[in-house]
């Protein structure tokens, strides 16, 4: 299974203190707490990751950034306007150069078509940092916040309410279960929502979505594919009316409702989600459960869900945006720095 790589806080670190005498280093750590201490793997010694992302990201990038560094390795940042990629040259050359080069991709692109191009001529692994279609580290994060906030959703007593850190028994390595919930989406049926799709059911969750009516709001054919595939689709309920979808919810996320590269549907998106916002009233009217939690991969617009909600104590967001590091971590530690070079290249 992967490690989880996820530091505790600085407080729990080791502490160091200098001494005259002992190793000849002139450092010794306290043993009583030198268990806390995990260090991450440096599995990424000697390599680079490029980061091949052709739209905006301040989460993804950051994450990868600063997971590459502290697993011993470096990130190499190439944005459309930096790299010849769609101008003078193709996908399927530039996977093949930057492959044989760089000892993984991590890719943000327009259609999902181009992801899957990279993979099939990149000799190195290529991750997904966000497609048209999907955005699987994104869900990584999300799984990782429910599990670490579990002591939230296991009794619904006043205190239930609060977001506070996690009882510091559940800081450790083991994650604690949580119970099956209710997960509602609201927003169209976007890259975030088709990860959320195809792996909370499979974890004994149900899902609600309420998207309004429209070609444009639906779930496209190839992700209901998947769903269907993996079995999911009887845990997933679909309604284009937002009080109805929040019925019964342990946790509301939404999304933007106009996604990188659909701008210009702008105006009509805006007509169309019209009663979606997220706030207490919508979901006191429709029946959430009383200490339902709130997400959003971010980043946020108030037309999606307002203040109250967005920075209240129902709010996860920003243990969510942290957790994108820590599981991006986990992926490069996986993907790129346990791969083996050598036998892949052989087999090229
Ligand atoms: N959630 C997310 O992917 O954010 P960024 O676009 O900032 O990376
Ligand atoms: N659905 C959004 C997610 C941003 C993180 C988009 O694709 O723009």
């Not at 299974?1 to 505790?8: A, D, E, I």
């Not at 899957?116 to 580290?137: D, F, G, I, R």
């Not at 109805?244 to 805006?270: C, F, N, P, Y």
Request: hydrophobic fraction near 35%.
């Amino acid at each position: 299974s992967t490690p989880w790589l996820k530091p505790m806080p600085r407080r729990s670190m080791p502490s160091i203190t200098t001494t005259k005498s002992s190793t000849g280093t002139g450092l010794k750590t306290k043993s009583k707490k030198v268990n806390d201490l995990r260090l991450p793997s440096q599995s990424l010694f000697n390599k680079t990751i490029a980061l091949l992302f052709s739209k905006r990201s301040t989460r993804t990038r950051v994450s990868a950034e600063t997971a590459a560094v502290l697993l011993g390795g470096r990130a190499l940042f190439l944005g459309k306007e930096d790299i010849q990629l769609g101008v003078n040259e193709s996908v399927r050359d530039s996977a093949r150069v930057l492959g044989g080069m760089c000892q993984g991709i991590f890719a943000r692109v327009g259609d999902h078509s181009e992801i899957e191009e990279l993979a099939e001529h990149c000799p190195v692994p290529v991750l997904n940092a966000l497609s048209s279609l999907w955005h699987p580290t994104q869900i990584l994060a999300d799984i990782l916040t429910l599990h670490e906030h579990s002591h939230l959703f296991t009794s619904p007593s006043p205190s239930s309410t609060s977001t506070s850190t996690p009882p510091k028994s559940l800081r450790v390595r083991e994650l604690p279960p949580l119970p099956p919930l209710t997960i509602t989406w609201l927003g169209d049926s976007s890259n975030v929502l088709h990860d959320i799709l195809v792996s909370l059911p499979r974890m004994g969750h149900k899902v609600r979505v309420g998207a309004p009516k429209g070609r444009a709001y639906e779930c496209p054919e190839e992700v209901w594919r998947r769903v269907v595939e993996l079995g999911c689709e009887g845990n997933i309920y679909w309604t284009s009316d937002p009080r109805e979808a929040v019925h019964g919810a342990d946790v509301v996320v939404t999304d933007t409702w106009i996604s990188m590269g659909q701008e210009a549907e702008k105006e009509q998106r805006l007509k169309d989600f019209q009663g979606y916002q997220v706030t207490e009233a919508l979901c006191a009217e429709g029946g959430a459960k009383e200490n339902w939690k709130f997400l959003h991969c971010l980043p946020r617009k108030e037309h999606e869900v307002d203040d109250e909600v967005f920075y209240g104590p129902r709010s996860l967001v920003f243990p969510e945006a942290d957790n994108r590091k820590w599981t991006i971590m986990a992926c490069f530690d996986l993907l790129f720095g346990k791969w083996d070079l050598e036998a892949e290249a052989e087999s090229y």
